[in-house]
């Protein structure tokens, strides 16, 4: 279901990271966040990276994922942050068994929306995705034929997008990468150095989604 939203998001990033890359932190209930477009990240400096999520309409865990249940993130409205980043894209899991998770992704009602083969990664591999609201979620695996293994999912990282990448990618600096043509017809995208300022989680910038 496309009112499967991506609530929040618990990263166990510093905060004065996510502030470095030009992020507007506020504190909620003692803890620093942030929002990117319908979905409020909590950084826990905790070192920890990937700790739980919440999505609207699903109360139960998924694929070993811990479920922070929607209150983690507040309700701080929307604002707009110094680099011009507005949301997130896609956040990327690893499923050693992808048509087992795709099973229970669906099970709790989370709409797919289109899979392929691909070698973007380095090996050949699936690539499948799920609405989650106005983020995508991309999972990936082994591909068909390919051994599996059992285990949660491992977080890759999250795509984010600007209106203006070129402007963004101004106001990052040397924390940015040279934007390039993206695997999505009529897009670009660009790697954040996130780690250069204490930024755990791997970060890339893509431009907006074209309206065919």
């Excluded at 999520?53 to 694929?63: C, F, K, L, M």
């Excluded at 795509?159 to 390039?180: H, I, M, N």
Aim: charged share 20%; aromatic share 6%.
């Amino acid at each position: 279901m496309r009112g499967a939203q991506l609530d929040t998001v618990l990263l166990g990033d510093d905060p004065q990271g996510w502030s470095r890359l030009g992020f507007f932190l506020s504190e909620q209930a003692g803890r620093s966040t942030l929002r990117l477009g319908n979905t409020q990240i909590v950084l826990t400096a905790s070192g920890e990276g990937f700790e739980s999520w919440s999505i609207r309409g699903v109360d139960q865990p998924i694929a070993g994922l811990a479920n922070c249940g929607n209150e983690a993130g507040g309700t701080e409205p929307a604002v707009g942050h110094p680099n011009g980043i507005r949301g997130i894209d896609h956040i990327v899991f690893h499923s050693g068994d992808p048509a087992a998770t795709v099973a229970e992704l669906e099970a709790a009602g989370i709409e797919r929306r289109g899979g392929r083969s691909t070698e973007s990664y380095g090996a050949p591999m699936q690539q499948v995705f799920f609405w989650l609201g106005d983020v995508i979620l991309e999972l990936i695996g082994p591909d068909e034929g390919e051994p599996t293994s059992p285990g949660p999912l491992a977080f890759f990282g999250l795509a984010l997008w600007s209106d203006d990448l070129d402007a963004s990618v101004t106001a990052l600096g040397e924390l940015a990468g040279q934007p390039k043509e993206a695997v999505q017809p009529g897009r670009r995208i660009a790697g954040i150095r996130g780690s250069e300022v204490g930024v755990a989680t791997p970060l890339a910038l893509m431009s907006p989604h074209v309206q065919l």
